[in-house]
Nanobody
Framework: QVQLVQSGGGLVQAGGSLRLSCAASGRTFSSYYMGWFRQAPGKERDFVAGISRSGSTYYTDSLKGRFTISRDNAKNTVYLQMNSLKPEDTAVYYC????????????????WGQGTQVTVSS
């Protein structure tokens, strides 16, 4: 069993920055692939970014250059740094974990954080 606890998020003006954190416990964090997803009201949950055990990263194309995913295996924590935020980034953000390697599909992830609201005002 893996528990993921998220922190960060909140309300920010357009152009601002936020950092989300996701702390894992219960299993060997370093052996898992970590992903960030987001879900806007009335929309499906979409892949945002992912990071492998070795630190290889993937981003959805539209977010490259503004969002950065990182992980600290010693702290069992994955981060999502979000810069130059736009109103369309408003969503509930989720971290998730899966064994193996990169995948962008929601159903491939076994455990999820509780979600954190990010609201970007114009």
């Amino acid at each position: 069993q893996v528990q993921l606890v998220q922190s960060g998020g909140g309300l920010v003006q357009a152009g601002g920055s936020l950092r989300l954190s996701c702390a894992a416990s219960g299993r060997t964090f370093s052996s898992y692939y970590m992903g960030w997803f987001r879900q806007a009201p009335g929309k499906e949950r979409d892949f945002v970014a992912g990071i492998s055990r070795s630190g290889s990263t993937y981003y959805t194309d539209s977010l490259k250059g503004r969002f950065t995913i990182s992980r600290d295996n010693a702290k069992n924590t994955v981060y999502l740094q979000m810069n130059s935020l736009k109103p369309e980034d408003t969503a509930v953000y989720y971290c998730a974990i899966r064994p193996g390697d990169y995948d962008f599909r929601v159903y491939e992830y076994d455990y999820w954080g509780q979600g954190t609201q990010v609201t970007v005002s114009s």
